[in-house]
């Protein structure tokens, strides 16, 4: 009789597995108690909701009677929803490597007793297919190898886990300078697909870290090849499959070489980096068709992932619907044809819709074959047509939506709006940051400490260094987008709370997981972008940041230090480290925007500007009457003109002359 102890839980991925046959326990001490009591490896099954090969595995393999007798009888089985415990997937995903497996979802480990790893995979298929065994013989083989040979099944373990242990030793190295961060992008530029953007091959993700790290490199070296790169690749991606051209939003990535199919799930982490860079980039660029995408990408988000119960952002919508992958997305040229009527035809040629499709029989809408512009007229027709296939769509089974709160994912969402907000002059975007900073402040933090998860009104989890670190970047975000000096004030007790529990006092940096987490065979340390930016690199930006705004010489030391930690490593691989390499350049060239005046009073027509340009190393303060900047800041003492507000753009220890005019200052910016 299977015992399955998943009802109790809050994941939605966790619930989807309730009722299976399979007596699945939740990640904690009675389930490895209950493993070493009885003597039985474990068989950790690691996914989310939104995963399609998870929701394969599942209906193949744990829905089966047969195949759920044979884990019970053979093995303690935990299921773990990664989104909910980053910290646990990224050591089992670590260990899939060392295995020299190819990682991803649904991830299938088998581990000893004391959840030590020592074989797994990903997707198992009932039967043996794709060069893979099935997963009752993987079983099987598995259970025998551990009662007929422990020497090698600790053998394993151990190496595994003294690699594990190595890999939070990072080869660390000197500062960062101007001549390394020109080399490492030029390097980077050679990687990028000239065609279609992106990495070259397939298959293709937004990389929007990369994509910064590059426009920073245009904007420092007025490089128009490297600015081309980073606008091929939007443009690419803002008119390809992998974004719904109905309902707004970017899919995960792109399986082809070509940005056409995409891996239909959606994920909050994406598209709170896609709104960030293509505000970034618009700035610049005032291209059309990226203020239209991020608009719509933001009215998507305000739609569709708001909490039911409360003003946070939901984490994932789900590939599937009705049991099949992006059943929801896709079109058959007949549907369109019923529904537009006499306007099919302009709309078909434009969305490149076709009788036989683009994907399986059927057409994902996509710009690709005309991807340009057209006047107003017809991109108006194009409107109304897109909102009756949006009317229809709506009518269809839609995915489902995994609605948990995550701290860090929020973060990033808060900044993206809370920057998109300013730029764009919308302040009802700039209400939903402040809204959903205001819930994870009131409702995920206890004693000072924040967790990691919220739904159903139950917070759930300890919180990792990235719920740090991309909070406390959400709330300098909104500091310098409001001048609330509590979210300053909060920004700086989430850095003691890091210092105090997640840095690494011998060796530099910071782990992932806090110091009183005692559910982990080891706490790892990575400055390794992954699809969300490495929170040693957000802390070393939001801690250079720090410097900046208060002028305490430590947040420069930090930062220098947590840099310097993983600096080695460049040598190794460059690729990764995006995030880490733009807080470095923020710290050695910073542009410090000073306004001296009363935000309530006239300070706006000066701000307007600021945001509206491109200014990656942008550090923004407003000095009010009565207030004072750090001593040492290169524009102590200076202030207001005349009584009429005046901004000081300040590089080192230079500051410009002071500018009461929009129209100069935004000719200064343009500048920079």
């Not at 597995?17 to 108690?33: C, E, F, K, S």
């Not at 507000?645 to 500051?655: D, F, I, N, W």
Request: aromatic content about 8%.
């Amino acid at each position: 009789m299977a015992r399955n102890q998943l009802a109790g839980e809050t994941s939605p991925y966790l619930l989807q597995h309730a009722d299976n046959p399979v007596d699945w326990h939740p990640w904690g001490r009675a389930a490895l108690d209950k493993a070493q009591a009885e003597g039985k490896p474990i068989l950790l099954s690691i996914g989310y909701a939104a995963c399609h090969w998870c929701h394969v595995m599942a209906h193949e393999s744990f829905e089966i009677e047969a195949t759920a007798r044979l884990m019970n009888e053979l093995f303690v089985n935990i299921k773990v929803d990664r989104e909910e415990r980053p910290d646990l997937d990224t050591i089992y995903q670590g260990a899939l490597a060392l295995l020299g497996e190819h990682g991803g979802w649904p991830l299938t480990m088998f581990c000893t007793p004391e959840g030590e790893p020592f074989w797994g995979g990903t997707y198992f298929p009932k039967e043996p297919r794709f060069g893979r065994p099935s997963f009752a013989d993987v079983l099987r083989r598995v259970a025998q190898i551990f009662a007929d040979e422990p020497h090698k099944v600790q053998k394993n373990a151990r190496a595994i886990l003294g690699r594990l242990g190595d890999m939070a030793r990072p080869q660390g190295g000197g500062p960062v300078d101007r001549a390394t961060l020109d080399l490492i992008a030029g390097r980077l530029a050679g990687e990028i697909d000239p065609v279609q953007g992106g990495l070259r091959g397939a298959p293709k993700f937004p990389q929007s870290t990369l994509l910064k790290q590059l426009w920073r490199a245009h904007k420092r070296r007025r490089d128009p090849a490297t600015r081309q790169l980073v606008t091929l690749t939007l443009d690419r991606m803002a008119q390809g499959g992998i974004y719904d051209h109905l309902g707004g939003g970017f899919a995960r990535y792109a399986v082809d070489g070509i940005w056409l199919v995409p891996h239909f799930e959606k994920m909050l982490y994406d598209n709170a980096q896609l709104i960030e860079i293509y505000t970034l980039v618009w700035q610049e660029t005032r291209s059309p068709l990226y203020a239209r995408r991020v608009a719509e990408t933001a009215g998507w988000v305000l739609r569709d992932m708001l909490n039911p119960d409360a003003p946070g952002f939901c984490a994932t919508v789900d590939a599937d619907s009705e049991g099949e992958e992006g059943k929801y997305y896709v079109w058959r040229e007949a549907e369109i044809d019923d529904l537009l009527g006499t306007d099919a035809a302009q709309f078909k040629r434009a969305y490149d819709v076709t009788p036989d499709g683009n994907w399986e029989g059927r057409t994902i809408l996509t710009r690709h074959h005309a991807p340009e512009l057209g006047n107003d007229a017809h991109e108006a027709a194009l409107a109304r047509c897109r909102a009756i296939l949006l009317a229809a769509r709506d009518k269809r089974v839609a995915p489902g939506r995994d609605d948990k709160v995550l701290a860090d994912w929020n973060g990033l969402m808060i900044a993206a709006l809370a920057e998109a907000g300013r730029s764009f002059a919308n302040p009802a975007w700039l209400a939903a940051s402040r809204n959903a900073y205001a819930f994870v402040v009131a409702h995920m933090q206890e004693d000072g400490r924040l967790g990691h998860s919220w739904r159903a009104g139950r917070l759930k989890h300890a919180g990792t260094l990235d719920d740090y670190a991309q909070m406390i970047r959400a709330a300098l975000a909104l500091y310098e987008a409001e001048g609330n000096d509590g979210d300053m004030e909060q920004a700086v007790a989430w850095v003691e709370q890091v210092d105090r529990h997640f840095r690494d006092g011998s060796g530099g940096g910071y782990f992932f997981t806090a110091d009183d987490t005692d559910d982990v065979i080891t706490r790892t340390k990575s400055a390794i972008d992954n699809p969300v930016p490495s929170g040693n690199g957000t802390m070393a930006e939001v801690l250079a940041r720090l410097f900046y705004l208060t002028g305490e010489d430590r947040y420069r030391t930090q930062a220098e230090a947590t840099i310097a930690t993983f600096t080695g490593e460049l040598n190794r691989n460059y690729l990764p480290y995006s995030t880490l390499l733009n807080a470095a350049e923020l710290l050695l060239r910073a542009l410090q925007v000073v306004v001296a005046g009363d935000r309530g009073d006239g300070v706006e027509p000066l701000l307007a500007p600021v945001y509206g340009a491109s200014l990656p190393n942008r550090v923004l303060q407003v000095v009010g009457p009565g207030q004072t900047l750090p001593e040492g800041h290169p524009a102590w003492g200076k202030g207001m003109i005349d009584g009429a507000p005046a901004v000081y753009l300040c590089e080192g220890q230079v500051c410009s002359p002071p500018i009461t005019d929009p129209v100069t200052l935004a000719a200064e910016l343009a500048k920079r």
